[in-house]
């Protein structure tokens, strides 16, 4: 079975750039969340979907938001890019909602460098 | 104070050691615990998950809660060089909160042969 899926991998951008990252969760999952890691640090929590409803939302400015699509899969979008916004974002989904309070499974991550 | 405290390492260990890794948190609203394994440029590999104070084992990994301390372990008897990597422990409230994780900074692991 696949994992949790995001593209692209890698992505450079300039500053005061928007950036969309997509997240496909494992199949049967409909809660996905967000994160962002810092070199160095653990994952921050940006936001959770559940059912295309925002579930939860982390301490991050508004030019960050997202939406979760009918098949579950999700963007993140990120405006007016600023070089701290450099980090590895990930998705991650899980059965949460759905009778579990199952753990999250991450996928591998993008890698966004703002220059 | 950070909600959930973890030592950053570099923790260097030769090959078949058991290595120890702690975290503690101030919140008691935490209900589970997850010990996460990641390697260089990849996503957290789910490792552990509890929900209850005591040990629950899994091969070579133990994890250990004890919420009256708040205060959570993971250990890895005979460790191996394929175990270096950062482990993260996260935590959460649970319920409509469930996908809000509250990591540990990482603790970096080498295993040396």
């Known amino acids: 079975d696949a994992g949790v899926t995001q593209s692209p991998t890698h992505l450079i951008k300039t500053r005061g750039q928007h950036v969309t990252l997509r997240c496909s969760p494992i199949?049967?999952?409909?809660?996905v969340s967000w994160y962002q890691q810092v070199l160095g640090q653990g994952p921050q929590f940006i936001f959770q979907y559940y059912e295309k409803e925002e579930r939860g939302r982390g301490n991050f400015p508004d030019r960050f938001s997202a939406r979760q699509f009918p098949n579950y899969s999700s963007e993140l979008n990120v405006n007016a890019l600023l070089l701290g916004d450099s980090a590895l974002y990930l998705c991650?989904?899980?059965?949460?909602?759905?009778?579990?309070?199952?753990?999250?499974?991450f996928g591998n991550g993008t890698r966004l460098t703002v220059t | 104070q950070k909600e959930v405290e973890q030592d950053p390492g570099p923790l260097s260990v030769p090959e078949g050691a058991i290595v120890s890794l702690n975290c503690t948190y101030s919140n008691s609203a935490f209900q589970y615990f997850m010990w996460y394994r990641q390697y260089s440029r990849k996503g957290p590999e789910l490792l552990m998950y509890t929900y209850s104070s005591g040990n629950k084992e899994d091969g070579r990994f133990t994890a250990q809660v004890d919420k009256s301390s708040k205060y959570i372990s993971l250990f890895i008897r005979d460790s191996q060089p394929s175990d270096s990597a950062t482990y993260l422990c996260a935590l959460t409230s649970g319920g409509t909160s469930y996908g809000k994780l509250t990591f540990g900074q990482g603790t970096i692991l080498t295993v040396h042969p």
């Open positions: 991650a989904s899980s059965l949460a909602g759905q009778g579990y309070n199952s753990p999250l499974h």
């Open positions: 199949s049967g999952h409909k809660s």
